[in-house]
Protein backbone atom coordinates (compact mmCIF):
# COMPACT_ATOMS: atom_id res chain seq x y z
CA UNK A 1 0.00 0.00 0.00
CA UNK A 2 2.67 2.77 0.83
CA UNK A 3 5.99 2.76 0.30
CA UNK A 4 6.51 1.92 4.31
CA UNK A 5 4.77 -1.27 3.80
CA UNK A 6 8.09 -3.54 4.16
CA UNK A 7 9.15 -3.66 7.82
CA UNK A 8 12.82 -3.06 9.07
CA UNK A 9 14.98 -5.94 9.98
CA UNK A 10 14.70 -5.56 13.64
CA UNK A 11 14.05 -8.10 16.47
CA UNK A 12 10.51 -7.86 17.33
CA UNK A 13 11.58 -6.61 21.29
CA UNK A 14 13.09 -3.73 20.07
CA UNK A 15 10.60 -2.82 17.63
CA UNK A 16 8.30 -3.01 20.19
CA UNK A 17 10.36 -0.80 22.58
CA UNK A 18 11.04 1.64 20.07
CA UNK A 19 7.09 1.45 19.54
CA UNK A 20 6.44 1.99 23.11
CA UNK A 21 8.71 5.03 23.36
CA UNK A 22 7.01 7.04 20.24
CA UNK A 23 3.90 6.30 21.94
CA UNK A 24 5.14 7.82 25.73
CA UNK A 25 6.71 10.88 23.92
CA UNK A 26 3.22 11.25 22.45
CA UNK A 27 1.79 11.21 25.71
CA UNK A 28 4.03 13.81 27.09
CA UNK A 29 3.34 16.29 24.08
CA UNK A 30 -0.64 15.44 24.46
CA UNK A 31 0.00 15.62 28.23
CA UNK A 32 1.95 18.67 27.94
CA UNK A 33 -0.32 20.57 25.95
CA UNK A 34 -3.40 19.15 28.08
CA UNK A 35 -1.45 20.50 31.29
CA UNK A 36 -1.68 23.81 29.99
CA UNK A 37 -4.94 23.80 28.49
CA UNK A 38 -6.49 22.65 32.47
CA UNK A 39 -4.52 25.02 34.11
CA UNK A 40 -6.54 27.81 32.05
CA UNK A 41 -9.90 26.18 31.84
CA UNK A 42 -10.14 25.26 35.02
CA UNK A 43 -9.58 28.97 36.24
CA UNK A 44 -11.62 30.29 33.57
CA UNK A 45 -14.55 27.89 33.63
CA UNK A 46 -16.66 26.32 35.88
CA UNK A 47 -16.91 22.22 36.99
CA UNK A 48 -20.77 22.33 35.96
CA UNK A 49 -19.14 23.40 32.80
CA UNK A 50 -17.11 20.37 32.71
CA UNK A 51 -20.06 18.50 34.01
CA UNK A 52 -22.36 19.07 31.58
CA UNK A 53 -19.71 18.54 28.32
CA UNK A 54 -19.04 15.12 30.24
CA UNK A 55 -22.96 14.28 29.66
CA UNK A 56 -22.95 14.99 26.08
CA UNK A 57 -19.34 13.57 25.32
CA UNK A 58 -20.46 10.21 27.73
CA UNK A 59 -23.78 9.91 25.58
CA UNK A 60 -22.23 11.07 22.25
CA UNK A 61 -19.73 8.29 23.19
CA UNK A 62 -22.04 5.27 24.14
CA UNK A 63 -23.40 5.62 20.89
CA UNK A 64 -20.51 6.01 19.38
CA UNK A 65 -19.37 2.27 21.41
CA UNK A 66 -22.15 0.63 20.60
CA UNK A 67 -21.83 0.91 16.55
CA UNK A 68 -17.76 0.31 17.12
CA UNK A 69 -16.82 -2.39 14.80
CA UNK A 70 -12.73 -2.70 15.78
CA UNK A 71 -11.83 -2.76 12.24
CA UNK A 72 -8.86 -0.96 12.66
CA UNK A 73 -8.02 -4.18 15.06
CA UNK A 74 -8.83 -6.72 12.42
CA UNK A 75 -6.43 -4.97 9.90
CA UNK A 76 -3.51 -4.79 11.90
CA UNK A 77 -3.79 -8.48 12.71
CA UNK A 78 -4.32 -8.99 9.02
CA UNK A 79 -1.72 -10.85 7.11
CA UNK A 80 -0.71 -9.68 3.62
CA UNK A 81 -1.94 -6.25 1.70
CA UNK A 82 -5.08 -5.87 0.60
CA UNK A 83 -6.65 -2.56 -0.86
CA UNK A 84 -9.78 -4.21 -1.15
CA UNK A 85 -9.90 -5.13 2.44
CA UNK A 86 -9.18 -1.80 3.46
CA UNK A 87 -11.60 -0.16 1.02
CA UNK A 88 -14.04 -2.37 3.35
CA UNK A 89 -13.00 -1.66 6.42
CA UNK A 90 -13.81 2.29 5.42
CA UNK A 91 -17.22 1.64 3.50
CA UNK A 92 -17.95 0.19 6.88
CA UNK A 93 -16.36 2.83 8.72
CA UNK A 94 -18.42 5.43 7.06
CA UNK A 95 -21.47 3.53 7.37
CA UNK A 96 -21.39 3.68 11.13
CA UNK A 97 -19.95 7.29 11.28
CA UNK A 98 -23.58 8.39 9.74
CA UNK A 99 -25.77 5.86 11.73
CA UNK A 100 -23.81 7.49 14.92
CA UNK A 101 -24.73 11.09 14.11
CA UNK A 102 -28.33 10.40 13.37
CA UNK A 103 -28.60 8.29 16.75
CA UNK A 104 -27.10 10.98 18.48
CA UNK A 105 -29.18 14.05 16.93
CA UNK A 106 -32.63 11.89 16.92
CA UNK A 107 -32.18 10.88 20.67
CA UNK A 108 -30.72 14.42 22.02
CA UNK A 109 -34.26 15.21 23.70
CA UNK A 110 -34.41 11.61 25.44
CA UNK A 111 -30.45 12.17 26.69
CA UNK A 112 -31.90 16.22 27.87
CA UNK A 113 -34.62 14.49 29.64
CA UNK A 114 -32.74 11.86 31.20
CA UNK A 115 -30.02 13.76 32.66
CA UNK A 116 -32.53 16.66 33.44
CA UNK A 117 -30.36 19.30 31.30
CA UNK A 118 -31.67 21.14 27.90
CA UNK A 119 -28.89 22.45 27.40
CA UNK A 120 -27.34 19.13 26.34
CA UNK A 121 -30.11 19.21 22.64
CA UNK A 122 -27.82 21.74 20.51
CA UNK A 123 -24.47 20.07 22.47
CA UNK A 124 -25.38 16.87 20.90
CA UNK A 125 -26.29 18.30 17.32
CA UNK A 126 -22.90 19.59 17.10
CA UNK A 127 -21.18 16.32 18.28
CA UNK A 128 -23.30 14.43 15.78
CA UNK A 129 -21.96 16.50 13.23
CA UNK A 130 -18.19 15.58 14.49
CA UNK A 131 -19.10 12.13 14.82
CA UNK A 132 -20.47 11.83 10.74
CA UNK A 133 -16.76 13.47 10.13
CA UNK A 134 -15.29 10.82 12.01
CA UNK A 135 -16.47 7.87 9.81
CA UNK A 136 -14.25 9.96 7.08
CA UNK A 137 -10.67 9.06 8.43
CA UNK A 138 -8.25 7.97 6.56
CA UNK A 139 -8.59 4.04 6.88
CA UNK A 140 -4.68 3.40 5.56
CA UNK A 141 -3.46 4.66 9.37
CA UNK A 142 -3.92 1.47 10.88
CA UNK A 143 -0.78 0.44 8.49
CA UNK A 144 0.99 2.32 11.34
CA UNK A 145 0.06 0.21 14.07
CA UNK A 146 0.37 -2.67 11.39
CA UNK A 147 3.95 -2.29 11.41
CA UNK A 148 4.50 -0.46 14.43
CA UNK A 149 5.41 3.06 12.74
CA UNK A 150 4.27 4.85 16.06
CA UNK A 151 7.04 7.23 14.92
CA UNK A 152 4.41 8.43 12.04
CA UNK A 153 1.13 8.26 14.44
CA UNK A 154 2.30 11.35 16.60
CA UNK A 155 2.91 12.97 13.99
CA UNK A 156 -0.45 12.45 12.42
CA UNK A 157 -1.81 13.17 16.08
CA UNK A 158 0.68 16.35 17.44
CA UNK A 159 -0.84 18.45 14.87
CA UNK A 160 -4.66 18.12 15.47
CA UNK A 161 -4.23 18.13 19.30
CA UNK A 162 -2.34 21.28 19.55
CA UNK A 163 -4.85 23.08 17.04
CA UNK A 164 -7.85 21.59 19.25
CA UNK A 165 -5.62 22.95 22.43
CA UNK A 166 -5.56 26.89 21.34
CA UNK A 167 -8.56 26.68 19.88
CA UNK A 168 -10.06 25.54 23.55
CA UNK A 169 -8.51 28.28 24.78
CA UNK A 170 -9.00 31.36 22.69
CA UNK A 171 -12.64 30.62 23.12
CA UNK A 172 -12.83 30.15 26.76
CA UNK A 173 -11.19 33.46 26.82
CA UNK A 174 -13.21 35.07 24.60
CA UNK A 175 -16.83 33.06 25.89
CA UNK A 176 -16.16 31.83 29.33
CA UNK A 177 -18.63 29.30 28.60
CA UNK A 178 -18.83 25.13 27.97
CA UNK A 179 -19.13 26.10 24.33
CA UNK A 180 -15.51 26.75 24.03
CA UNK A 181 -14.60 22.70 25.10
CA UNK A 182 -16.96 21.95 22.75
CA UNK A 183 -15.68 23.67 20.00
CA UNK A 184 -12.57 22.28 20.57
CA UNK A 185 -13.97 18.82 20.66
CA UNK A 186 -15.56 19.70 16.58
CA UNK A 187 -11.69 21.42 15.64
CA UNK A 188 -9.37 18.96 16.67
CA UNK A 189 -11.60 16.20 15.05
CA UNK A 190 -11.84 18.04 11.53
CA UNK A 191 -8.31 18.54 11.58
CA UNK A 192 -7.47 14.80 13.07
CA UNK A 193 -9.52 13.57 9.45
CA UNK A 194 -7.69 16.16 7.36
CA UNK A 195 -4.42 15.14 8.57
CA UNK A 196 -4.88 11.31 8.41
CA UNK A 197 -4.94 11.71 4.20
CA UNK A 198 -1.77 13.96 4.55
CA UNK A 199 0.41 11.48 6.79
CA UNK A 200 -0.59 8.49 4.90
CA UNK A 201 -0.85 8.07 0.34
CA UNK A 202 -3.38 5.41 0.82
CA UNK A 203 -6.69 6.66 -0.58
CA UNK A 204 -9.91 4.66 0.36
CA UNK A 205 -12.59 3.69 -2.06
CA UNK A 206 -16.48 2.17 -1.53
CA UNK A 207 -16.75 -1.25 -1.83
CA UNK A 208 -17.47 -3.98 0.49
CA UNK A 209 -15.84 -6.57 -1.39
CA UNK A 210 -13.93 -8.27 1.64
CA UNK A 211 -16.67 -7.83 4.48
CA UNK A 212 -16.95 -11.64 5.38
CA UNK A 213 -13.33 -11.28 6.56
CA UNK A 214 -13.50 -8.65 8.68
CA UNK A 215 -17.29 -10.08 10.30
CA UNK A 216 -15.86 -12.77 12.08
CA UNK A 217 -13.01 -10.69 14.16
CA UNK A 218 -15.44 -7.39 14.49
CA UNK A 219 -18.15 -9.25 15.61
CA UNK A 220 -16.82 -10.57 19.13
CA UNK A 221 -14.96 -7.38 19.06
CA UNK A 222 -18.12 -5.31 18.62
CA UNK A 223 -19.51 -7.35 21.99
CA UNK A 224 -16.21 -6.62 23.94
CA UNK A 225 -16.80 -2.98 23.24
CA UNK A 226 -20.36 -2.71 23.93
CA UNK A 227 -19.53 -4.67 27.72
CA UNK A 228 -16.60 -1.84 27.67
CA UNK A 229 -19.06 0.63 27.01
CA UNK A 230 -20.58 -0.36 30.75
CA UNK A 231 -17.64 -0.23 32.28
CA UNK A 232 -16.54 3.36 30.88
CA UNK A 233 -19.95 5.10 30.66
CA UNK A 234 -21.74 3.71 34.00
CA UNK A 235 -20.49 6.54 35.96
CA UNK A 236 -21.57 9.87 34.26
CA UNK A 237 -25.00 8.28 33.31
CA UNK A 238 -25.34 7.18 37.00
CA UNK A 239 -24.00 10.22 38.49
CA UNK A 240 -25.48 12.84 36.17
CA UNK A 241 -28.78 12.41 36.74
CA UNK A 242 -28.37 11.92 40.37
CA UNK A 243 -25.71 14.20 41.55
CA UNK A 244 -26.02 17.19 39.17
CA UNK A 245 -23.16 18.16 36.43
CA UNK A 246 -21.35 20.20 39.12
CA UNK A 247 -20.64 16.97 41.36
CA UNK A 248 -20.27 14.99 37.96
CA UNK A 249 -17.56 17.51 36.97
CA UNK A 250 -15.81 17.21 40.03
CA UNK A 251 -15.38 13.27 39.85
CA UNK A 252 -14.62 13.12 36.41
CA UNK A 253 -11.86 15.62 36.58
CA UNK A 254 -10.45 13.94 39.72
CA UNK A 255 -10.34 10.30 37.96
CA UNK A 256 -8.75 12.15 35.44
CA UNK A 257 -6.11 12.89 37.28
CA UNK A 258 -6.21 9.98 39.36
CA UNK A 259 -5.39 7.57 36.48
CA UNK A 260 -2.51 9.49 34.88
CA UNK A 261 -0.35 6.99 35.46
CA UNK A 262 -2.56 4.35 33.00
CA UNK A 263 -3.32 7.35 30.23
CA UNK A 264 0.54 8.38 30.34
CA UNK A 265 2.42 4.97 30.90
CA UNK A 266 -0.05 1.91 30.81
CA UNK A 267 -1.81 3.12 27.43
CA UNK A 268 0.78 3.66 25.12
CA UNK A 269 3.00 0.88 26.11
CA UNK A 270 -0.50 -1.60 26.16
CA UNK A 271 -1.24 -0.19 22.65
CA UNK A 272 2.61 -1.25 21.42
CA UNK A 273 2.45 -4.40 22.99
CA UNK A 274 -0.97 -5.34 20.71
CA UNK A 275 0.99 -4.78 17.54
CA UNK A 276 4.12 -6.93 19.08
CA UNK A 277 1.74 -9.80 20.10
CA UNK A 278 -0.17 -10.03 16.91
CA UNK A 279 2.92 -9.52 14.79
CA UNK A 280 4.09 -12.82 17.23
CA UNK A 281 0.98 -14.39 16.11
CA UNK A 282 1.17 -14.19 12.54
CA UNK A 283 4.83 -15.48 12.65
CA UNK A 284 3.12 -18.49 14.53
CA UNK A 285 4.84 -18.12 18.21
CA UNK A 286 2.59 -17.52 21.06
CA UNK A 287 3.07 -14.34 23.21
CA UNK A 288 0.80 -15.47 25.97
CA UNK A 289 3.31 -16.54 28.45
CA UNK A 290 5.14 -12.63 28.17
CA UNK A 291 2.03 -11.28 29.68
CA UNK A 292 2.31 -11.99 33.41
CA UNK A 293 6.01 -10.71 33.76
CA UNK A 294 5.38 -7.55 31.16
CA UNK A 295 2.05 -6.72 34.10
CA UNK A 296 3.87 -6.96 36.68
CA UNK A 297 6.89 -4.77 35.56
CA UNK A 298 4.30 -2.55 34.37
CA UNK A 299 2.78 -2.71 38.20
CA UNK A 300 6.27 -2.13 39.36
CA UNK A 301 6.94 1.23 38.17
CA UNK A 302 3.49 2.16 38.59
CA UNK A 303 3.46 1.70 42.45
CA UNK A 304 5.20 5.06 43.14
CA UNK A 305 2.78 7.19 41.08
CA UNK A 306 0.10 5.76 42.48
CA UNK A 307 1.65 6.50 45.84
CA UNK A 308 2.54 9.90 44.97
CA UNK A 309 -1.21 10.92 43.73
CA UNK A 310 -3.03 9.08 46.55
CA UNK A 311 -1.19 11.12 49.20
CA UNK A 312 -0.59 14.46 47.81
CA UNK A 313 -4.17 14.31 46.24
CA UNK A 314 -4.54 17.72 47.73
CA UNK A 315 -1.70 19.39 46.36
CA UNK A 316 -2.03 17.70 43.37
CA UNK A 317 -5.81 19.35 43.03
CA UNK A 318 -4.30 22.93 43.68
CA UNK A 319 -1.41 23.12 41.63
CA UNK A 320 -3.39 21.60 38.75
CA UNK A 321 -6.78 22.82 39.02
CA UNK A 322 -6.84 25.66 41.58
CA UNK A 323 -9.41 25.89 45.19
CA UNK A 324 -12.19 25.64 43.04
CA UNK A 325 -11.56 22.31 42.51
CA UNK A 326 -10.62 21.14 46.32
CA UNK A 327 -13.54 18.44 46.40
CA UNK A 328 -12.17 16.25 43.90
CA UNK A 329 -9.34 15.90 46.09
CA UNK A 330 -10.57 12.31 47.68
CA UNK A 331 -11.51 11.34 44.62
CA UNK A 332 -7.89 11.47 43.58
CA UNK A 333 -6.79 10.01 46.86
CA UNK A 334 -9.25 6.87 46.16
CA UNK A 335 -9.04 6.48 43.07
CA UNK A 336 -5.29 6.45 42.30
CA UNK A 337 -5.13 2.77 43.56
CA UNK A 338 -6.94 1.42 40.72
CA UNK A 339 -4.11 1.99 38.26
CA UNK A 340 -1.76 -0.76 40.87
CA UNK A 341 -4.25 -3.17 38.90
CA UNK A 342 -4.98 -1.92 35.99
CA UNK A 343 -1.80 -2.96 34.14
CA UNK A 344 -2.49 -6.75 34.78
CA UNK A 345 -5.91 -6.11 33.18
CA UNK A 346 -4.39 -3.73 29.96
CA UNK A 347 -2.36 -6.39 28.88
CA UNK A 348 -4.42 -9.56 29.56
CA UNK A 349 -6.67 -8.28 27.48
CA UNK A 350 -3.98 -6.81 24.52
CA UNK A 351 -2.56 -10.13 24.60
CA UNK A 352 -6.10 -12.02 24.21
CA UNK A 353 -7.14 -10.05 21.49
CA UNK A 354 -3.94 -9.69 19.73
CA UNK A 355 -4.07 -13.72 19.43
CA UNK A 356 -7.42 -13.62 18.59
CA UNK A 357 -9.00 -14.81 21.34
CA UNK A 358 -11.92 -12.19 21.34
CA UNK A 359 -14.37 -13.90 22.79
CA UNK A 360 -12.48 -14.57 26.58
CA UNK A 361 -11.67 -10.79 26.49
CA UNK A 362 -15.66 -10.19 26.02
CA UNK A 363 -16.61 -12.51 29.01
CA UNK A 364 -13.35 -10.69 30.91
CA UNK A 365 -14.82 -7.30 29.91
CA UNK A 366 -18.98 -8.13 30.33
CA UNK A 367 -18.13 -9.73 33.78
CA UNK A 368 -15.96 -6.68 34.74
CA UNK A 369 -18.95 -4.64 33.52
CA UNK A 370 -21.21 -6.39 35.40
CA UNK A 371 -20.20 -6.42 38.85
CA UNK A 372 -19.49 -2.85 38.26
CA UNK A 373 -22.68 -2.04 37.41
CA UNK A 374 -23.90 -3.56 40.37
CA UNK A 375 -21.61 -2.09 42.73
CA UNK A 376 -22.33 1.36 41.54
CA UNK A 377 -25.86 1.55 42.06
CA UNK A 378 -25.68 -0.77 45.06
CA UNK A 379 -23.08 2.22 46.58
CA UNK A 380 -25.40 5.41 44.95
CA UNK A 381 -28.54 3.56 46.60
CA UNK A 382 -26.98 3.83 50.44
CA UNK A 383 -25.02 6.90 49.74
CA UNK A 384 -24.27 9.97 47.60
CA UNK A 385 -20.92 10.44 48.69
CA UNK A 386 -18.39 10.86 45.92
CA UNK A 387 -15.06 9.59 47.95
CA UNK A 388 -17.25 6.47 48.44
CA UNK A 389 -18.22 5.84 44.93
CA UNK A 390 -14.49 6.34 44.03
CA UNK A 391 -13.20 3.47 46.33
CA UNK A 392 -15.95 1.56 45.03
CA UNK A 393 -14.45 2.17 41.63
CA UNK A 394 -11.13 1.11 42.61
CA UNK A 395 -12.66 -2.47 44.11
CA UNK A 396 -14.05 -2.94 40.86
CA UNK A 397 -10.74 -2.65 39.14
CA UNK A 398 -9.16 -5.01 41.65
CA UNK A 399 -11.57 -7.29 40.85
CA UNK A 400 -11.61 -7.02 37.01
CA UNK A 401 -7.57 -8.00 37.39
CA UNK A 402 -8.50 -11.04 38.83
CA UNK A 403 -11.18 -11.93 35.76
CA UNK A 404 -8.69 -11.21 33.49
CA UNK A 405 -6.02 -13.36 35.17
CA UNK A 406 -7.84 -16.54 35.59
CA UNK A 407 -8.97 -16.02 31.56
CA UNK A 408 -5.43 -15.50 31.01
CA UNK A 409 -4.08 -18.89 33.07
CA UNK A 410 -6.45 -21.19 30.85
CA UNK A 411 -3.90 -20.44 28.13
CA UNK A 412 -0.86 -20.24 30.10
CA UNK A 413 0.95 -23.91 30.88
CA UNK A 414 3.49 -22.41 33.37
CA UNK A 415 2.03 -21.19 37.34
CA UNK A 416 0.99 -18.12 37.69
CA UNK A 417 2.29 -18.44 41.33
CA UNK A 418 5.60 -16.66 40.93
CA UNK A 419 3.50 -13.67 38.88
CA UNK A 420 0.95 -13.13 41.91
CA UNK A 421 3.95 -13.49 44.60
CA UNK A 422 5.78 -10.45 42.81
CA UNK A 423 2.54 -8.65 42.79
CA UNK A 424 2.07 -9.47 46.38
CA UNK A 425 5.41 -7.79 46.41
CA UNK A 426 4.80 -5.01 44.95
CA UNK A 427 1.18 -4.13 46.83
CA UNK A 428 2.67 -4.41 50.31
CA UNK A 429 5.79 -2.62 49.73
CA UNK A 430 3.22 0.60 48.31
CA UNK A 431 1.14 0.36 51.28
CA UNK A 432 3.95 -0.14 53.77
CA UNK A 433 5.40 3.32 51.76
CA UNK A 434 1.70 4.87 52.20
CA UNK A 435 2.03 4.20 55.54
CA UNK A 436 5.60 5.42 56.31
CA UNK A 437 4.24 8.94 54.74
CA UNK A 438 1.06 9.56 56.81
CA UNK A 439 4.01 9.55 59.80
CA UNK A 440 5.18 12.79 58.05
CA UNK A 441 2.05 14.30 58.74
CA UNK A 442 2.52 16.21 55.15
CA UNK A 443 -0.38 14.42 52.96
CA UNK A 444 -3.74 14.39 52.65
CA UNK A 445 -4.18 17.99 53.59
CA UNK A 446 -6.77 21.28 53.27
CA UNK A 447 -5.01 23.82 53.86
CA UNK A 448 -4.92 27.36 51.40
CA UNK A 449 -1.55 27.37 49.94
CA UNK A 450 -0.24 28.63 46.23
CA UNK A 451 -0.42 26.40 43.23
CA UNK A 452 3.52 27.14 42.86
CA UNK A 453 3.84 25.81 46.76
CA UNK A 454 1.74 23.04 46.03
CA UNK A 455 3.77 22.26 43.02
CA UNK A 456 6.63 21.91 44.93
CA UNK A 457 5.29 19.68 47.39
CA UNK A 458 4.31 17.25 44.89
CA UNK A 459 7.59 16.96 43.39
CA UNK A 460 9.03 16.54 47.17
CA UNK A 461 6.35 13.80 47.66
CA UNK A 462 7.10 11.98 44.33
CA UNK A 463 10.76 11.94 45.53
CA UNK A 464 10.49 10.91 48.96
CA UNK A 465 8.01 8.21 47.94
CA UNK A 466 10.23 6.83 45.56
CA UNK A 467 13.17 6.56 48.36
CA UNK A 468 11.04 4.89 50.58
CA UNK A 469 9.41 2.81 47.95
CA UNK A 470 13.01 1.44 46.58
CA UNK A 471 14.41 -0.10 49.95
CA UNK A 472 10.64 -1.48 50.50
CA UNK A 473 10.19 -3.62 47.32
CA UNK A 474 14.50 -4.51 47.55
CA UNK A 475 13.65 -5.96 51.15
CA UNK A 476 10.64 -7.65 50.66
CA UNK A 477 12.53 -9.36 47.20
CA UNK A 478 15.70 -10.32 49.33
CA UNK A 479 12.96 -11.75 52.00
CA UNK A 480 11.26 -13.82 49.13
CA UNK A 481 14.41 -15.31 48.23
CA UNK A 482 15.01 -13.17 45.51
CA UNK A 483 13.19 -14.97 43.25
CA UNK A 484 12.88 -14.76 39.42
CA UNK A 485 10.42 -11.29 38.36
CA UNK A 486 10.33 -7.71 38.08
CA UNK A 487 12.46 -6.65 40.31
CA UNK A 488 15.16 -8.88 38.55
CA UNK A 489 14.19 -7.43 35.28
CA UNK A 490 14.51 -4.18 36.86
CA UNK A 491 18.46 -5.03 38.38
CA UNK A 492 19.05 -6.42 34.97
CA UNK A 493 18.03 -3.07 32.92
CA UNK A 494 19.72 -0.83 35.41
CA UNK A 495 22.96 -2.79 35.36
CA UNK A 496 22.96 -2.88 31.11
CA UNK A 497 22.01 1.19 31.05
CA UNK A 498 24.67 1.72 33.79
CA UNK A 499 27.05 -0.10 31.82
CA UNK A 500 26.33 2.24 28.64
CA UNK A 501 26.46 4.75 30.33
CA UNK A 502 30.03 3.92 32.22
CA UNK A 503 31.32 3.15 28.27
CA UNK A 504 30.03 6.53 26.71
CA UNK A 505 31.86 8.79 29.99
CA UNK A 506 34.86 6.59 29.49
CA UNK A 507 34.98 7.15 25.48
CA UNK A 508 34.16 10.75 26.41
CA UNK A 509 36.87 11.65 28.86
CA UNK A 510 40.70 12.47 28.64
Given at each position: ?????A??????????????????????????L?????L??A???????????????????????????????????????SR??????????????????????G?????????????????????????????F??????E????M?????????????????????????L?????????G???????????????H????????????????????????????????????????P???????????????????????????????L?A?????Q????????????????????????A?????????????????????????????????????????????????????????????A???K????????????????????????????????????R???????????????????????A?????????????????????????I????????????????????A??????E?????M?????????????????
Open positions: MSDGAKEARPLAIQTAIGALWLLVWRLLSRSGLVSTVLRVLVPADFGLIAMATTFAGAVDALSQLGLQDALVRHVGDRLFNTAFTLQVCRGALTALVVAASPLAAEWFNEPRLIPVLLVLAVSSLAAGENIGIAFRQQRYDRQVRLLFLPRLLQVCCTISAALLQSYWALLIIVVGQLGRVAMTYVAPFRPRFGLAEWRELAGFSLWTWASWVASLVWDRIDPFVLGTVGSTKLGLYLLGAELAMLPLSELVAPVADAFAFAAAKDGSSSVHHAPSVATMLVLVVMPMVTLSYGADFVIEALLGPKWHEAAPIVAAMAWLCVASPISFVCNAVLVANGRVRRSFTGRLTSIVTVAFVAVLSVTRRLDVVAIAMTICVFLECCAFTLLLGLLKESLRPHVAAFVRILLAGVLMLVLQQSGSGWQNEPISALRAALVCEIALLALTIYIPLISGLWVIGRPAGPTRALEMRHYGGLLRVRLSASGP
